[in-house]
């Protein structure tokens, strides 16, 4: 199992940049791969980017794309969101999750962080 911590969540003007990070804990961290979602107020959670065990692979919901550049410390159990360029419409909880297979990470992730707020304001 792994357990997972968000942090790094806030308020920020449109245009500002934010930097989400997640912290794992177990010795296996590194066989998982990762991922970010979003929910935003009377939305259903969505997918917003993931990564491989090792970082050689990587997604994005196309809105997204261009903006946000996900990252993984396996030496430090950590995997991380940078969000540049934050639109209104990024306003969300957003969610850290693992999964063992990267083919599900973006579907049905197993595993999953409590969420840390991130709200930007126009």
């Known amino acids: 199992q792994v357990q997972l911590v968000e942090s790094g969540g806030g308020l920020v003007q449109a245009g500002g940049s934010l930097r989400l990070s997640c912290a794992a804990s177990g010795r296996t961290f590194s066989t998982y791969a990762m991922g970010w979602f979003r929910q935003a107020p009377e939305k259903e959670r969505e997918f917003v980017a993931a990564?491989?065990?090792?970082?050689?692979?990587?997604d994005y919901a196309n809105s997204v794309k261009g903006r946000f550049t996900i990252s993984r410390d396996n030496a430090k159990n950590t995997v991380s969101l940078q969000m540049n360029s934050l639109k209104p419409e990024d306003t969300a909880v957003y969610y850290c999750?693992?999964?063992?297979?990267?083919?599900?990470?973006?579907?049905?992730?197993?595993?999953w962080g409590q969420g840390t707020q991130v709200t930007v304001s126009s």
């Open positions: 999750a693992a999964e063992r297979t990267y083919s599900r990470i973006t579907t049905r992730p197993s595993y």
């Open positions: 990564i491989s065990w090792r970082g050689g692979s990587t």
